[in-house]
């Protein structure tokens, strides 16, 4: 049965559509609508704002500083996205043929921590990564251990291991939203694997194609859209991340949305941190288009 | 390995390979390791999270005994779970109006419903902010709980999407003839609603209870910006905490909040089973 037309049922049609009409436009419509009126006004004076209609915002964040900023946002996203994917996929694969006993309980053990506290996890990993953390330390005994075995072969042996600085640069950001992002590339890709005609891979394997053949011939792509479904998922929380570099990054580490948070706090210019943030938002349209276009290409087909 | 492997691994077999478990294992550390590391040092009698120097529990009665970060806790708990229910609510009506109506500029109404999931945390805090501030002039001297009032809405706006999401997913199973049916047998619109499609959506309202719970009490950015100086939520004092003076007292509250995390999911296990929670995210 299809969908009813709204007006074959006015009155169950209003008592559905007007609470959550309401809702929408008043919290949330009208808060972005305020957003992007001020994106075009200026300060004037301590707390004032004319609404002028200036395009004065929009002209600054082309400067090379606030581009340099939003580019590098969409590298450290990009990579870390990247990153993700290669760690993920593997994970992904071992949940799908995982045994019926088994898969649920990995799964779990994937979304207990995407279940935990951000804030929580950022700060164990801050612990982990400090400057006398268990990071260091390992590396500390690794570098020992190669310079032990350079003295056992008569080599000069390694100068003493000074830890290396793993928190507050742009690696801990990266390494921060790896982190973090992680189990929402895993379980897109685990829906689309899951849904794979396996004999297809059989028959793969069976023609003579490697392990590895089959998965990028066949495999990756029929999990295309699964693939890109997480390549998303991860891309857009990591491009608008505000903790993890605020926290983990060092001076030279800022995102896009430190910025932003730094107009409405510090900095006190609360128009150009709204057209910063319009900006944000068209940059996650754009993306989403993108993607849309890429699914239709295979229903042309 | 021989001796636990009883049958040959088959060509698909991926996760009995050694590679992959391997990997598997080596992602699950990455992922457990820094957690459980934290948990560990909630306990250690030392002022930094260093060296370990002997079981304590005084950090955990100093965060017990700190009242700020009772407050928070308190807070946090309160919004979480009136923002659960008004998800809930909210979620599963817009479900169903998308569900079962066809209207016009329906893809427009079911575009902005869904766009709190996918515009930047960053921007809607920004949005609340000015929204609160300038656009309502909120009161911010009110009394508890309703000083929570401003972080709750936000905190509804973005989790329902959510529930939405879920709830709808539930109801492309429903089969439309039990409507009838009920129809046939004498049901109102809202009898109908009640016996008929609500059943029908429990796993559904479930897991986005779970989820709204969860996302409400993970929220940063967006509290950080909705939050008045009265109105500290768990994650504001924790973040405050981290940027001020990292003392172990951050590691007892946070291993509080991953026990109550464990507790929560393992009730929700209790409810559904692990398989239908997987298979809902």
Not at chain 2, 81 to 97: E, N, P, Q, R
Not at chain 2, 243 to 252: D, G, I, L, M, Y
């Amino acid at each position: 049965m299809a969908e009813q037309d709204w007006k074959a049922n006015k009155r169950v049609f209003a008592a559905v559509s007007l609470p959550t009409l309401l809702w929408t436009i008043l919290f949330f419509v009208v808060p972005m609508a305020i957003v992007w009126v001020y994106s075009f006004g200026e300060n004037a004076g301590l707390n004032e704002i004319r609404f002028s209609g200036t395009l004065d915002n929009y002209k600054r964040a082309t400067e090379f500083l606030y581009l340099s900023i939003f580019g590098k946002s969409f590298a450290v996203a990009a990579l870390v996205t990247l990153i993700c994917l290669i760690v993920g996929f593997p994970v992904a694969m071992a949940i799908t043929f995982a045994s019926e006993k088994w898969r649920p309980w990995l799964l779990l053990g994937i979304m207990l921590p995407f279940w935990t506290n951000l804030l929580v996890r950022t700060y164990a990993l801050m612990i982990l990564l400090g400057q006398q953390g268990y990071a260091n330390q390992g590396l500390g005994a690794l570098w020992g251990g190669a310079s032990w075995v350079k003295t056992l072969v008569g080599l000069e042996p390694l100068p003493t291991w000074e830890p290396v600085q793993l928190l507050f640069n742009n690696f801990a950001v990266v390494f921060g939203l790896v982190y973090v992002h992680l189990p929402f590339m895993v379980l897109p890709l685990y829906a689309a694997l899951d849904r794979l005609d396996r004999s297809l891979i059989e028959a793969s394997l069976d023609l003579g194609a490697g392990h590895f053949r089959t998965i990028m011939r066949i495999v990756v792509p029929l999990a295309a859209p699964g693939i890109v479904a997480g390549v998303m998922i991860t891309l857009i929380p990591a491009l608008g991340a505000y903790l993890t570099p605020d926290l983990m990054g060092g001076t030279d580490s800022q995102m896009i949305a430190n910025v932003i948070e730094r107009q409405f706090k510090k900095a006190n210019d609360w128009p150009f941190g709204a057209a910063l943030s319009f900006l944000l938002i068209y940059a996650m349209f754009i993306l989403i288009a993108l993607q849309s276009m890429r699914r239709k290409v295979p229903e042309v087909r | 390995m021989a001796l636990f492997r009883r049958t040959p691994i088959a060509p698909l077999e991926y996760s009995r390979t050694l590679w992959m478990r391997l990997w598997v294992g080596a992602v699950m550390l990455f992922l457990y390791a820094p957690l459980i590391v934290l948990m560990i040092f909630s306990f250690n009698d030392s002022k930094r999270n260093v060296v370990w120097r002997g079981f304590t529990m005084k950090y955990y009665d100093k965060a017990l005994n700190n009242d700020a970060l009772i407050e928070a806790l308190v807070n946090s708990l309160t919004i979480a779970a009136l923002a659960t229910i008004f998800s809930l609510i909210l979620g599963a009506i817009a479900a169903v109006l998308l569900w079962r109506f066809r209207f016009p500029f329906k893809a427009a109404v079911d575009g902005t419903i869904s766009l709190p999931i996918i515009v930047p945390e960053i921007c809607m805090g920004v949005a609340f902010l000015m929204f609160f501030a300038k656009g309502l002039n909120w009161p911010t001297d009110l009394i508890w709980p309703l000083n929570l009032g401003a972080i709750t809405i936000a905190h509804i706006t973005f989790c329902f999407p959510f529930v939405t999401m879920v709830v709808r997913s539930r109801l492309a199973s429903f089969n439309r003839e039990q409507e009838e049916a009920a129809k046939d047998l004498g049901a109102g619109e809202w009898q109908m609603f009640r016996d008929v499609l609500i059943p029908h959506m429990k796993p559904a309202l479930v897991a986005g209870a779970l989820l709204s719970f969860t996302l409400s009490l993970d929220d940063f950015v967006i509290t950080y910006f909705t939050s008045g100086p009265d109105t500290i939520t768990f994650p504001v004092k924790v973040y405050s905490m981290l940027r001020f003076s990292v003392t172990p007292e951050v590691n007892a509250a946070s291993t509080i909040l991953i026990i109550l995390t464990i507790a929560l999911t393992a009730i929700a296990l209790k409810l559904q089973g692990v398989k239908t929670i997987a298979e809902t995210h």
